[in-house]
């Protein structure tokens, strides 16, 4: 760090702008070439050692925030190969060094701008594809520090490749008008506390949490070709503390019911087969917090969730109803036979109402491959849900073909399942394949108990004839731009409202449930705007767009998305799943479709 150390003291002790720091530039001088005018060069990664920090501008308005990746070769670590998992727990092994610093540096009664900090990305329990922490090939440092800027390219004949690093992204604020201050931070403060990690971090941990994450591997793969759609460990729980993620002290674990018990992979748990599945109770019986939790295992989580192994079909989406939401054209036929002035097949709206927002909802998922619908009750429509043999006999017009006509339907001839928690109405009671009850947490299948009391009622479902599922839409490119009608500058912006502006839009994404971290919706936002701006044909072919982005994003990393030109846009990214990105873009308003 002493040519970082160099340029801060360099600098004006005023300065807010650290120029020479992110300019990283060096005088190069070349052993062998002893006549030759030492070289200049750019390179802003500062050396500890073997360990890199590579510096570069969070944005235009924040030159005193930079972004730091700490570049930690694997070798150190211990580890061949990178992964999701092995990065997550670096990161959260990370973090209580960050935290020590920062409580060294907090002051009540100033700001951080005048204090000083280190910023790390928030963490949930899922384990996600970030750029705030990753494996990445990254240069070797190659020279010695001379003095000042200038360097010597090291002559010993050794080889050094790009090699595997552990990279943590972090956001440091530097003291305003503090110069020593700053100096202290970046090259003593930050490099010893890496150090210390390296040398502190808990190699039995890692394995421990390199094993689960093969189990959940696992499990995910086995799901794939079975007859299940869900598994849940036993033991696991599921219950979370009041306004938190974190699991419920004293919560009753979950245990499977004696018929669906199985075992995977060498875990014991329940497996909730393909098909129909009701979740029914009283209330607080517990009923939500299942389906909360086979929502939650769309992703693997950390140890100590306590919903470590709970698996679920990746394609799962969670369908709730979407009043005012945007449509178009979409086929929403299989379930509002007619409305008023309008086809049903090619249906549009600026403000869809309870029951065509979740009808288009259902249609968008099937059609983006989703092979699990999770549904709850509770934030669902109610005609859409449910139409009782009472209100069928005396409403013979009715537009609305609901959901339990159609359910069944769904899984025969579309190979889509679904879980309902249904608490208030029996009519699913029928046309479900099983039936469990919640009571105090604990779960048991009365299938054969809720199919005695259809029989005792005579509930017979009276099915419409087959749907057709094909959407077949085509989106223009017209609109589909984040310059705003009539400006020559970009505008987006994410909030934590749940809402995406990208230039003349303003996408509500709050009802779309599966994106569970603030930094999966900023994500959304750049990515949305990459496809924006690399589309150059006249229509754009969502479905390949989509995939050379992800393909893209494997081969690079996600934060390649990421633009420092956006100032009100967050540094850190989580990288959500496509059929998220598909929604997002689904809900927008400017843009145009077509039907094939």
Not at 14 to 24: E, L, Q, S, V
Not at 75 to 84: C, N
Request: with cysteine; glycine share 8%.
């Amino acid at each position: 760090m002493q040519r970082l150390k160099s340029k801060l003291l360099a600098m004006d002790p005023n300065t807010a702008t650290y120029t020479a720091m992110y300019d990283g530039r060096m005088l190069v001088v070349d052993p062998n070439y002893p006549d030759m005018d030492p070289t200049p060069f750019s390179e802003p990664t500062y050396y500890s050692g073997e360990i890199g920090f590579r510096f570069s501008v969070t944005h235009k308005l924040a030159l005193d925030r930079p972004t730091v990746v700490v570049q930690i070769p694997a070798e150190m670590l211990g580890i061949r190969e990178g992964s999701a998992a092995a990065a997550d727990f670096f990161l959260r092994a990370f973090v209580p060094y960050m935290d020590e610093l920062n409580a060294e540096l907090y002051n009540r009664s100033r700001p951080d701008r005048e204090n000083g900090r280190y910023y790390l990305c928030t963490l949930g329990g899922e384990i996600l594809v970030r750029n705030g922490s990753y494996f990445a090939m990254c240069l070797q440092k190659d020279y010695q520090h001379v003095s000042g800027s200038r360097v010597r390219l090291l002559t010993d004949g050794k080889e050094r490749p790009p090699r595997l690093c552990l990279c943590i992204r972090m956001a440091v604020q530097l003291p305003r008008k503090k110069i020593k201050k700053a100096m202290q931070m970046l090259c003593r403060d930050l490099p010893g506390a890496v150090d210390r990690f390296v040398a502190d971090f808990d190699r039995a941990k890692l394995q421990e949490v390199l094993a689960l994450a093969e189990k959940q591997a696992a499990i995910r793969a086995w799901l794939r070709d079975s007859a299940y759609c869900a598994f849940i460990a036993n033991g696991s729980i599921l219950p979370r503390e009041k306004g938190s993620a974190l699991p419920m002290a004293g919560a009753v674990p979950f245990m499977s019911t004696p018929q669906d018990e199985i075992e995977v992979c060498g875990v014991r748990g329940m497996g909730i087969r393909r098909g129909v599945t009701v979740i029914t109770g009283g209330g607080y019986s517990g009923k939500s917090t299942l389906l909360d939790a086979i929502s939650a295992g769309i992703y693997d989580h950390v140890l100590g969730d306590g919903r470590e192994l709970c698996i679920t079909d990746e394609s799962a989406v969670t369908i709730s109803a979407e009043d005012g939401r945007s449509v178009q054209h979409v086929n929403i036929s299989p379930f509002i036979r007619w409305l008023p002035g309008g086809d049903t097949s090619d249906f549009s709206t600026e403000h869809a109402s309870g029951s065509t927002s979740q009808a288009t909802n259902i249609m968008e998922a099937v059609d983006c491959g989703a092979k699990l619908l999770l549904i709850d009750e509770d934030r669902s429509a109610t005609n859409f849900m449910i139409r009782d043999r009472m209100m069928k006999e005396l409403i013979e017009k009715e537009p609305i073909t609901p959901f339990t006509d159609r359910v069944n339907e769904l899984h025969h001839t579309r190979g889509v399942s679904t879980v309902l928690v249904i608490g208030g109405s029996g009519e699913y009671l029928s046309v479900a394949d099983r039936i469990y009850k919640m009571e105090d947490y604990r779960i048991a299948d009365v299938t054969e108990t809720a199919k005695e009391i259809c029989r005792a009622h005579g509930v017979a479902a009276d099915l419409p004839s087959a749907a057709n599922w094909a959407q077949g839409r085509i989106l223009h490119a017209e609109g589909f731009t984040p310059y705003p009608e009539g400006h020559g500058k970009e505008q987006l912006a994410v909030s934590e409202m749940r809402y995406i502006l990208i230039g003349d839009e303003q996408i509500d994404v709050r009802g779309l449930h599966d994106i569970v971290t603030n930094q999966q919706l900023c994500t959304l936002g750049f990515m949305l705007r990459y496809l924006e701006i690399s589309n150059g044909s006249r229509t754009v072919d969502l479905t390949s767009v989509i995939d050379a982005l992800y393909q893209k994003i494997e081969a690079e990393g996600v934060d390649f998305v990421y633009s420092s030109y956006f100032t009100t846009c967050k540094r850190f990214l989580d990288l959500p799943r496509k059929c998220e990105l598909l929604a997002v873009i689904n809900r927008m308003r400017k843009i145009q479709y077509s039907k094939v």
